[in-house]
């Protein structure tokens, strides 16, 4: 008789746990005034100076923003689990097949643009180098910074983390110099760091580090040890800027995405329209990205 | 009124039977959930391809090996330097200590464990791995012995805590007689107190590798996160990246059933059998069965 009452306990438990949690697709947001926007780190900030910024002149919406990395937005936008997908590369082929295949067809944005900076600490005196030499760094064929004209010290290749879009596009355009047939990856030594303050922190103190990140997030101490970029040997070198990424004469230059769950409608539609407006554009500007021409 | 004592009896018997049943369902029931989403990973991708020597999964190298070897070296060495001052603090506060010093040290060692290991990673980023990597001599301070380094730091307050309950709990007869034997100070701890504390010493320790190896956040911090395979012995002076930051790192960017989320689950599988094993293994030492010598005394 005991164990027949433990069994019986047992069971509802193992019932109650057997409710599987497959998410479904979220209630539509388009009657509801509350807004869900995820993803790219890199667009994060610049997100909630935007949210914050439309729900002073529109009270009626409440907008709220997370970060968590263009990889993570992505996933949710598939998952059905938000409303706009912030993502600081474009969405893949197998990423949009998998939201077909859950029902959702994603609608892409480019709401701004922004440079990736590669940043050395500021005892070094490399200043230049060309996209090969910055790929031959990553990809772990250049050890020694000595091989790029600076001093004899090993060198410690900094990135963002794998969820990362900035990571993704870093890999796309640099390591691989834009081509997709490459099949160059980051030197397992590469340290993967969770955010860009990380990165900054360690390039900051420690001289034999290179490290990337949006332009944005380069800290005015740091200015100065901006690499500049040349496309080959012979070419300019150019550093990042406003205008070097307007006239693309700067070749690490990228376009920042939002993406919804098929075409925006109601309260989601007119915030889009108001982020690709001149007034949100300012706010870019403000914070060191590009704004869209 | 015989027949209420006997429903009181029955129903509190039943509570605590549930509540000491609970324990083993729960740990059951997490079991089976890391099985049900884990072991897809292995019809999904080849075992050769698991084993192998490249973590890179946005472009499908799902090689876990250097995940496993970074969990490994971080943990051994966090033990390394957990056990000595973790057992020599116990010793010391149980034994050696005056009572006065005792009663302040003994809180502050609990202070210590109460940290927030995310603070502990925070200045590891910030002191430690600057003043590692200018000490050392070596190219970044980011590597697998600062992550030993906090780790030990966090493991010892639970060693301490317990090792140090457990000789407590040894009765003076045994000092006091090994004392009438002639034996000095450091013969009795060394070789009658210790030994008769052993199963609550290696419980304490087992605490602090259980502890040690499901750390996430400080390790995510200070150690680089570069999947390195980190096999040779100089490895210790290397980026590493360990199993529960990966996971951490990146468990919100992976689509639902997707063979990515299957893999990590995989590799919870494996920290989950890790544990198990450490488990068993102090077990089997902890209820091995007495001499009847020891029986005799106790």
């Known amino acids: 008789m005991k164990s027949a009452r433990f069994l019986l306990l047992f069971m509802v438990v193992m019932l109650a746990a057997c409710k599987t949690g497959a998410q479904g697709p979220a209630a539509p947001a388009g009657g509801s005034m509350y807004i869900q926007n995820k993803g790219s780190d890199t667009m ?96 772990g064929k250049i050890n020694n910074w000595l091989q790029v004209g600076g001093d004899d010290r090993p060198i410690v290749r900094l990135s963002r983390e794998t969820n990362s879009g900035t990571h993704v596009y870093f890999l796309e355009t640099v390591l691989r110099l834009g081509d997709k047939t490459n099949p160059t990856l980051f030197s397992t030594d590469t340290l993967l760091l969770p955010s860009s303050e990380v990165i900054i922190n360690e390039v900051r103190q420690n001289p034999n580090a290179i490290g990337y990140d949006g332009l944005g997030y380069i800290p005015p101490d740091l200015m100065d040890s901006v690499i500049a970029i040349a496309r080959d040997a012979s070419g300019p070198f150019v550093t990042p800027s406003i205008a070097s990424v307007n006239d693309d004469s700067y070749p690490v230059a990228r376009d920042l995405y939002m993406y919804t769950a098929g075409e925006p ?8 329209n108001w982020i690709l407006s001149a007034e949100a554009q300012a706010i870019v500007a403000d914070l060191g990205f590009v704004p869209i021409k | ?37 884990g072991l897809p ?158 199963s609550g010493v290696l419980t304490a320790l087992m605490l602090g590798i259980g502890r040690t190896i499901g750390e996430t956040m400080a390790v995510m911090m200070v150690t680089g996160n570069a999947p390195v395979l980190a096999i040779k012995l100089t490895s210790i002076f290397s980026p590493v990246r360990t199993m529960t930051a990966t996971i951490a790192a990146e468990m919100g960017e992976v689509a639902n059933g997707s063979t990515h989320y299957h893999v990590l689950f995989m590799i919870g599988l494996v920290l989950f059998l890790i544990s198990l094993a450490v488990n068993i293994a102090a077990s089997s030492v902890v209820f091995k069965s007495r001499k009847r010598a020891e029986r005799v005394l106790s």
């Open chain 2, 41 to 198: 990973a292995l019809a999904e991708v080849k075992l050769g391809e698991l084993l192998s020597a490249r973590w890179y999964p946005i472009e499908n190298h799902f090689g876990i090996l250097p995940l496993l070897t970074g969990s490994l070296i971080v943990t051994v060495g966090a033990m390394l330097i957990a056990i000595p001052f973790g057992i020599g603090t116990a010793v010391f506060l149980s034994e050696i200590a005056p009572r006065w010093m005792r009663e302040i040290l003994k809180p502050l060692v609990e202070l210590l464990g109460g940290l927030p290991s995310v603070v502990l990673g925070f200045l590891g980023i910030l002191v430690l791995s600057p003043y590692l990597r200018v000490f050392l001599n070596l190219p970044t301070g980011m590597t697998a012995l600062a992550g030993a380094l906090l780790l030990g730091g966090i493991a010892v307050p639970t060693t301490v805590s317990i090792a140090e309950d457990a000789l407590d709990a040894v009765p003076q007869s045994y000092r006091e007689g090994a004392l009438a034997l002639g034996a000095t100070k450091w013969q009795t701890i060394w070789r009658v107190t210790l030994p008769a504390a052993r």
């Open chain 2, 1 to 37: 009124m015989g027949k209420s004592k006997n429903w009181r009896e029955t129903v509190i018997t039943a509570v605590v039977r549930t509540c000491g049943y609970s324990a083993v369902v729960f740990v059951l029931l997490i079991f089976f959930f890391l099985l049900r989403e």
């Open chain 1, 44 to 139: 994060v900030n610049l997100a909630l100076a935007w949210a914050e910024r439309y729900q002073a002149e529109h009270p009626e919406v409440s907008l709220s923003v997370t970060g968590g990395g263009s990889g993570t937005g992505i996933a949710a936008l598939i998952n059905g689990t938000v409303d706009i997908a912030n993502a600081s590369r474009a969405m893949k082929s197998e990423e949009t097949q998998q939201a077909i295949a859950n029902g959702i067809t994603p609608v892409e944005f480019t709401v701004a643009r922004d440079a990736i900076a590669v940043v050395v600490n500021s005892e070094n005196p490399v200043h230049e180098l060309t996209l090969q030499q910055i790929s031959d760094i990553y990809s």
């Open chain 1, 265 to 272: 409608t109601g309260a989601i539609k007119d915030y889009i």
